[in-house]
């Protein structure tokens, strides 16, 4: 990834990279009329299902919002939220008053290293092979960015050495990657032994596809993956965690820019004064649209079935194109290889009008691999998983 000129030292966008490969995608031959043109996007996770029918409902009936919004969020929607991670996330003792609504989960997590007044000669730790935002976001803060995939990786860090804020990201963006309860338990306690905030961004939590078998528990033990807050995790404390979560994915809620961190109430209050300075506020109808989307769990399973279908259908297409698909047990994307090259593997799926995104991405040992999203309509991927086929 190149950097941008300039006082920011910012990494280029990266998706801005794909627009010869997506014209080059956008000219396949055998497009089929149904599609309009020869492009399959599976380069990005937006959305494309409709915003589910009580959400809307919830948004029309606060649409009349002339007074500002409480940047805390309003004691229904943080209740909301506390009873959500009861219900689904197997955590039933997160305090109303450690959750805060964000701007949707990529603010967050550009911005928390700032909000937490981390800065030059600090350091912040995220998985090696991770959404990009980690990395800038440190950046933003002047703060070290430190890729490490586990904590021996850091070496025998300790006081002024230890990093201030360490990332995890499960599922994994990109790779689809679930960690389990034991690792997650062994992270908090080398974190609380040497003072580090431990963030989880879990945005992809309940699309889950793993097998019970696979999951050592059953679906209605824990419909989701582990959160960070889970008392078998934190043992009983959330003190110097935090989990993040976005409704974008399981809600379809994108749009609308609606997502929320909760943990400890502590770390909560010092990043809710200097978002209250900033007018770093989500608006009151989407507010009321988030406490109506974690209050029901119907739309996200039919919306989690959707993608299971679509995964059903992709899958096998990838894998008989000669992919082999690595991790990829949770979320939207496929991480794929063809041990070659990602940028020789996005040609040659560009030739078949698909398009993706290359693992480069999301770090350098992303290099040999390619993530696929599972984010495009039913004709979309039955297209897709034609070509790759044929």
């Known amino acids: 990834m190149t950097t941008a000129s300039g006082l920011s030292g910012l990494p280029d ?31 990005v996770g937006t959305p494309v299902d ?20 409480q940047t805390y969020g309003t004691p229904p929607l943080r209740e909301a939220v506390s ?6 996330r197997g955590a039933p003792d997160v305090d109303p008053d450690g959750v805060l609504p964000t701007i949707g989960s990529k603010e967050l997590v550009a911005w928390l290293p ?10 912040v730790v995220f998985p090696t092979v991770a959404y990009p935002t980690y990395d800038v976001g440190a ?50 306690r080398w974190a609380r032994e040497r003072g580090v905030v431990v963030a989880s961004d879990e945005c992809y939590a ?35 965690l935090l989990a993040v979560y976005s409704t974008s994915k399981q809600s379809n809620l994108a749009g ?3 997502a929320f961190v909760a943990g400890d109430p502590a770390l909560v209050r010092r990043v809710l004064e200097v978002r209250k300075h900033a007018g770093m506020i989500v608006p009151a109808p989407v507010q009321s649209a988030l406490a109506a989307a974690v209050s029901d769990d119907a739309h996200v399973a039919e919306q989690r079935a959707r993608y299971a279908a679509r995964r059903g259908v992709l899958l096998p297409a990838v894998q008989a194109f000669g992919l082999r698909v690595e991790d990829s047990a949770a979320g939207l994307y496929l991480w794929a290889t063809a041990d070659e090259p990602a940028a020789t593997t996005l040609r040659r799926l560009s030739d078949r009008g698909v398009l993706v995104a290359p693992g480069t991405f999301y770090g ?27």
């Open 13 to 43: 966008f990266p998706w801005d990279s794909l627009a010869p490969l997506k014209e080059r995608a956008r000219a396949f031959s055998g497009a089929d009329q149904a599609q309009g043109d020869g492009l399959v996007d599976l380069s």
């Open 139 to 188: 950046r933003i803060a002047g703060a070290t960015p430190v890729p490490a995939d586990a904590t021996t990786a850091l070496g025998p860090v300790s006081g002024a050495s230890a990093p201030r804020l360490m990332w995890l990201n499960s599922p994994s963006n990109p790779t689809g990657r679930v960690l389990g309860v034991e690792h997650l338990r062994k992270v908090v």
């Open 50 to 69: 409709s915003t589910p029918t009580v959400v809307q409902d919830a948004l029309r009936a606060a649409a009349d919002a002339p007074g500002y919004p």
């Open 364 to 390: 350098a040992s992303g290099a040999h691999h390619v993530r696929i999203a599972l984010t495009a309509t039913d004709a979309q991927i039955a297209a897709a998983a034609a070509r790759l086929t044929a």
């Open 83 to 88: 009873a959500w991670f009861a219900r689904r």
């Open 256 to 258: 609308y820019r609606a």
């Open 206 to 240: 309940e699309l889950d596809w793993r097998s019970e078998q696979e999951r050592g528990q059953s679906y209605d033990e824990l419909p989701t993956t582990p959160s960070i807050l889970d008392p078998r995790v934190c043992e009983g404390s959330h003190e110097g």
């Open 114 to 123: 700032t909000l937490l007044g981390i800065g030059a000669g600090e350091s």
